[in-house]
């Protein structure tokens, strides 16, 4: 199979799977090497970032995924619906910050660095799709452990969570006193009728 060929095969997987294919099974498909293909691979990426393509080839963790650039985002949603907006407050924005750090992680074990029940937060991010349930501890009472999704990698810019910022203790004992403030809030506006939105972030997914 020639160069050409290969790369025609690369882009009809990628176009037609519509999610991130994983490079072994890519190099099944053109029948090289895993190395050899991530090459092939790279090299595409280059040109279609070099030419004026609407399209891009991304990587995210040990994945290819053939995406829109965006750059043109504001063309297709003329034409789209128009993407689900998430907004994730402090509370969601911790819990999420916890599990990217701390993976897999129990809510027990959530709950025991934020200080608060994290049912809830859990709950949406997983509805968000930027966590998810990756099995069971094996443990009394089995708890399930989670962690974070390719859509995390792709909301927040990175291609694996090894390019995270190292978190320090500091920022862990933060999310504690945050959470204690975020209780007495909540213990406020209960006693008052009252509540105030947490600050927000918005994000398209």
């Not at 053109?30 to 090299?43: A, G, L, M, P, S």
């Not at 506006?189 to 509540?195: H, Q, T, V």
């Amino acid at each position: 199979m020639d160069l050409d060929r290969i790369e025609a095969v690369i882009e009809a997987v990628l176009f037609t799977m519509g999610d991130s294919v994983e490079v072994e099974k890519l190099a099944a498909a053109i029948e090289h090497d895993v190395d050899t293909t991530r090459k092939i691979v790279h090299n595409m990426m280059d040109r279609y970032e070099a030419a004026n393509r609407g399209i891009r080839i991304i990587e995210l963790e040990n994945a290819f995924q053939l995406c829109t650039k965006t750059e043109y985002y504001d063309e297709l949603i003329k034409v789209a619906s128009q993407p689900r907006k998430y907004v994730l407050t402090d509370v969601l924005l911790e819990t999420l910050s916890i599990i990217a750090y701390k993976q897999p992680i129990t809510k027990l074990e959530i709950e025991k660095i934020r200080g608060v029940s994290c049912d809830h937060a859990v709950n949406k991010l997983v509805e968000y799709g930027l966590a998810k349930e990756l099995g069971r501890l094996d443990a009394p009472g089995r708890p399930m452990l989670f962690g974070t999704t390719e859509d995390f990698l792709r909301s927040f810019g990175v291609q694996s969570i090894d390019e995270l910022p190292v978190i320090s203790e500091d920022l862990v004992e933060k999310f504690k006193d945050e959470a204690q403030m975020e209780l007495e809030a909540q213990q406020r506006d209960l006693e008052s009728g009252n509540s105030d939105d947490d600050n927000q972030l918005t994000l398209d997914i």
